[in-house]
């Protein structure tokens, strides 16, 4: 019984690794029909008035251009880097000590039953494509459209939870596109990623901190958003980090080495 529900489970995880590799420009497709259509509403009600229309580079339509537009531009890139079917160099120091595990060819990596997205693995590439919806969603929904009469304090606000979701969405879009092309240097620059993630969170803190006449509500809201993406990043990095260090499907795929145990 148990054999038979991880059988369909892992033939499920195979199913989606391939939808995504397959349907990769309509997920695409998909993803900026529905980020504009999003972006077009919190247009619509901006926090002040527009003095014209809403398309001026900095009050307008340009910060949400780059909501969408910047991580399809890093999926775009991170496919390009990393061409389908090219067998990638590993890097000449490992980072990750754990273990005890053998060098396996490239060749006969890829013949292995354990070599690929699938299983587990395939959770954690889903997961990570969800990073952006998700933090676009918690952009739109909490930060209204700049307008052209914002206060001061609300224009330093915008810019930097723009930064946040523009920044980090692309890092994580870039991370999903190293998964998908079987990159070597996919492990460590999720890590890298994480950690650039929980850095932003607190530095946004504290520069929300330091700008004047913030209103209580505003501030205490935020600092909420902050607090829950940081428990966000540290669970995902608790749940996934040991995966990353001791999985043989990982170890196989992105390090090429199988336990010598």
């Given at each position: 019984m148990v054999r038979m529900?991880?059988?369909?489970?892992?033939?499920?995880?195979?199913?989606?690794?391939?939808?995504?590799?397959?349907?990769?420009?309509?997920?695409v497709a998909i993803w900026i029909m529905a980020a504009?259509?999003?972006?077009?509403?919190?247009?619509?009600?901006?926090?002040?008035?527009y003095s014209g229309t809403p398309w001026g580079s900095g009050t307008g339509l340009l910060p949400y251009l780059l909501v969408v537009g910047a991580p399809v531009g890093s999926l775009l890139?991170?496919?390009?880097?990393?061409?389908?079917?090219?067998i990638h160099a590993q890097p000449a120091f490992r980072l990750a000590q754990v273990g005890r595990w053998r060098k396996?060819?490239?060749?006969?990596?890829r013949e292995m039953s354990q070599f690929g997205l699938y299983g587990v693995m395939a959770s954690l590439l889903v997961g990570i494509a969800l990073?952006?919806?998700?933090?676009?969603?918690?952009?739109?929904?909490?930060?209204p459209a700049l307008g052209s009469y914002?206060?001061?304090?609300?224009?330093?606000?915008?810019?930097?939870?723009?930064?946040?979701?523009?920044?980090?969405?692309s890092l994580y879009m870039f991370a999903f596109a190293m998964a998908l092309r079987l990159a070597p240097l996919f492990p460590r620059f999720l890590v890298m990623v994480w950690g650039i993630d929980l850095l932003a969170q607190i530095s946004i803190a504290h520069l929300v901190a330091g700008i004047d006449n913030v209103p209580h509500g505003v501030d205490?809201?935020?600092?909420?958003?902050?607090?829950?993406?940081?428990k966000k990043v540290l669970i995902s990095a608790a749940i996934w980090l040991p995966y990353l260090l001791l999985s043989d499907r990982v170890n196989l795929t992105f390090r090429h080495r199988v336990s010598a145990s």
């Amino acid at each position: 019984m148990v054999r038979m529900v991880r059988d369909r489970l892992y033939r499920k995880s195979v199913a989606v690794v391939l939808s995504m590799q397959v349907n990769l420009e309509r997920i695409v497709a998909i993803w900026i029909m529905a980020a504009a259509f999003a972006c077009g509403l919190r247009l619509a009600f901006p926090a002040t008035p527009y003095s014209g229309t809403p398309w001026g580079s900095g009050t307008g339509l340009l910060p949400y251009l780059l909501v969408v537009g910047a991580p399809v531009g890093s999926l775009l890139l991170g496919l390009k880097l990393f061409p389908a079917g090219r067998i990638h160099a590993q890097p000449a120091f490992r980072l990750a000590q754990v273990g005890r595990w053998r060098k396996v060819d490239c060749l006969k990596a890829r013949e292995m039953s354990q070599f690929g997205l699938y299983g587990v693995m395939a959770s954690l590439l889903v997961g990570i494509a969800l990073n952006v919806p998700v933090r676009t969603l918690e952009f739109l929904g909490s930060i209204p459209a700049l307008g052209s009469y914002s206060p001061p304090w609300f224009v330093g606000l915008y810019s930097v939870m723009l930064a946040d979701v523009v920044i980090l969405s692309s890092l994580y879009m870039f991370a999903f596109a190293m998964a998908l092309r079987l990159a070597p240097l996919f492990p460590r620059f999720l890590v890298m990623v994480w950690g650039i993630d929980l850095l932003a969170q607190i530095s946004i803190a504290h520069l929300v901190a330091g700008i004047d006449n913030v209103p209580h509500g505003v501030d205490a809201a935020l600092l909420n958003m902050l607090t829950g993406n940081v428990k966000k990043v540290l669970i995902s990095a608790a749940i996934w980090l040991p995966y990353l260090l001791l999985s043989d499907r990982v170890n196989l795929t992105f390090r090429h080495r199988v336990s010598a145990s």
